[in-house]
């Protein structure tokens, strides 16, 4: 007999033996119920060291992002100790500058400077508490500025023909992080959220 | 096809299918009724994967109750579903080959045939004098598969039992294809030395 049928005979007999089978093993292969337990044990086994891993990166994510925002608080706080001229870092307009000029123990009064302003005639901006406590108020040469409805949001309107830049100032800032400050410039529009 | 004492862990017959064998010892044609309502389906799934052609998966099943009314009794299976399974596998593998008498067989079946005829060298083959004894065969198999974790021979009685495609084989336990094929490969290599150890592979 060739090499080939023998293996050929090998394979059909033990395919054709496979059909006497004892029943036991027959049935266990497909029951249904055990291959349910069989296959929740298994996907346990085979998932648990995967989840075990996602957790771990997870939780040193969330540590690094903890401890990046102690950092964060504990620096500018040092800062506030010394002469109150901090620049807060602006979100995204470079040319809207927010620094603290006073701190009264309860609140903060800080300057808030619009920049690059020579091609506009008209500001607009609003003064918001992201936390929805009272907005701080602001002042422009010692007098409250005309305010306009826009949007359903309450702005300052200040012109600013043939000025580059335009300083204002904020009374009454509880949180300097809870301040927002919404403006339309020209063409220009952006919100800005001081951060400390 | 005698009747056959199952091990402790295996599944043996629960309330419902005892009740049916008594049925069937009764000559009450319920247990048809009953036998179909409970398996058919499985019964079903089991000829499909041979023949992959639903007419023929059902003609099988028919088949094989008929062949259930015929032998109990006086058989009186030990596992009622693997007694049933095993008819309509034999009753599906004899059109298999009928239908490819002669020619290039294709699908899971074929493949399995390739698979094991795979696990055995050019020098080595059946022993003349077992080579026809199926169920002596199938006896060292079956205490082959009993040595094995219950894992690897499910998935080796899933493959070469039932002709489940190993992707098949891959979703009913929930682990990854290559684990199958690697599991299948390895289950052939001992069975096959299990099978020489036996002097039925010379």
């Known amino acids: ?196 | 096809m005698a009747d056959r004492e199952p091990s402790q862990s295996m599944p043996q017959n629960d309330a419902e299918d005892a009740e049916i064998i008594e049925l069937f010892f009764a000559r009450d044609e319920a247990a048809i009724e009953r036998t179909s309502e409970k398996y058919a389906k499985r019964l079903s799934a089991v000829s499909r994967n041979i023949l992959k052609d639903e007419t023929e998966a059902e003609e099988c099943v028919n088949d094989a109750l008929f062949r259930a009314w015929q032998t109990i009794p006086p058989e009186r299976p030990g596992t009622l579903a693997g007694y049933l399974v095993r008819i309509v596998r034999n009753l599906s593998l004899d059109r298999y080959r009928s239908r490819f008498a002669g020619k290039r067989a294709a699908g899971e079946f074929a493949t399995s045939l390739d698979e094991l005829a795979d696990s055995i060298s050019g020098w080595e083959s059946l022993s003349p004098d077992k080579m026809f004894d199926d169920r002596l065969i199938a006896d060292a198999i079956s205490r082959f598969l009993r040595g094995q974790k219950k894992l690897v021979r499910q998935i080796f009685v899933c493959r070469y039992f039932y002709g489940e495609s190993i992707r098949e084989i891959a979703r009913r336990f929930s682990v990854g294809e290559s684990y199958v094929k690697i599991s299948l490969a390895r289950t052939r290599g001992k069975l096959k030395d299990y099978l020489k150890k036996e002097e039925i592979v010379v």
């Open chain 1, 1 to 196: 007999m060739s090499r080939e049928k023998s293996k050929e005979l090998y394979a059909k007999t033990i395919l054709s033996a496979m059909g006497n089978l004892d029943d036991d093993l027959i049935a266990e292969a497909h029951d249904a119920e055990q291959v349910t337990v069989q296959s929740a044990a298994f996907r346990l086994r085979r998932y648990l060291p995967r989840v075990a891993a996602s957790f771990l990166v997870l939780a040193s994510l969330v540590l690094i992002v903890l401890l990046a925002r102690q950092v964060e608080y504990i620096l500018p706080l040092a800062s506030r100790d010394g002469e109150a001229t901090d620049a807060f870092a602006q979100e995204k307009a470079a040319h809207v500058e927010l620094s603290l000029t006073d701190y009264d123990e309860k609140t903060f009064s800080a300057t808030l400077t619009f920049t690059g302003l020579a091609d506009t005639d008209l500001l607009l901006f609003a003064v918001e508490s992201e936390s929805g406590a009272p907005a701080p108020s602001a002042l422009y040469g010692g007098a409250v500025p005309e305010t306009v409805e826009k949007d359903g949001v309450t702005y300052y309107r200040l012109n600013v023909k043939g000025l580059d830049r335009v300083s204002v100032t904020l009374s009454g800032v509880t949180d300097p992080q809870d301040v927002k400050i919404r403006f339309s410039a020209g063409k220009e529009e952006a919100t800005v959220r001081p951060s400390v």
